[in-house]
């Protein structure tokens, strides 16, 4: 199971963190994804973390803004957003799979354009994200 929260109303040019608790699975041996997801448009991922949090990996307009950590001894993710414009608008989800460890080492910083549509195994429940301009 993952649960996100720290989602809520920003002004532009505010920050937001977002957390993702895990439970459940070992954690500690999953890469995780945040995802967003817009009506009318096609959801993408916004960042990834490998396992051991050495590596992390950004959606274009999100580099230099956001930051992805996690704490593997308190099984939680945590997405910090600053300088958030309206167009970071939207419902966001972490969520995990089997396969996204072994795909982020065999595709690198290409992996966040390519798993935006995959079925992952854990989902959370999404926590909306409101810029105001």
């Known amino acids: 199971q993952l649960v996100e929260s720290g989602g809520g109303l920003v002004q532009a040019g505010g920050s937001l963190r977002l957390s993702c608790a895990a439970s459940g699975f070992s954690f500690g041996d999953y890469a995780i994804a945040w995802l967003r997801e817009v009506p009318g448009k096609e959801r993408e991922v916004v960042s990834m973390i490998t396992r051991s949090g050495r590596n992390t990996f950004y959606l274009d307009s999100v580099k230099g803004r956001f930051t992805l950590s996690r704490d593997n001894a308190k099984n939680t993710v945590y997405l910090q957003m600053n300088s958030l414009t309206p167009e970071d608008t939207a419902v966001y989800y972490c969520?995990?799979?089997?396969?996204?460890?072994?795909?982020?080492?065999?595709?690198?910083?290409?992996?966040?354009?390519?798993?935006?549509?995959?079925?992952?195994?854990?989902w959370g429940q999404g926590t909306l994200v409101t810029v105001s301009s």
């Open positions: 969520a995990t799979d089997r396969t996204l460890e072994g795909i982020i080492r065999e595709f690198g910083q290409r992996t966040v354009g390519m798993m935006g549509q995959l079925d992952y195994d854990y």
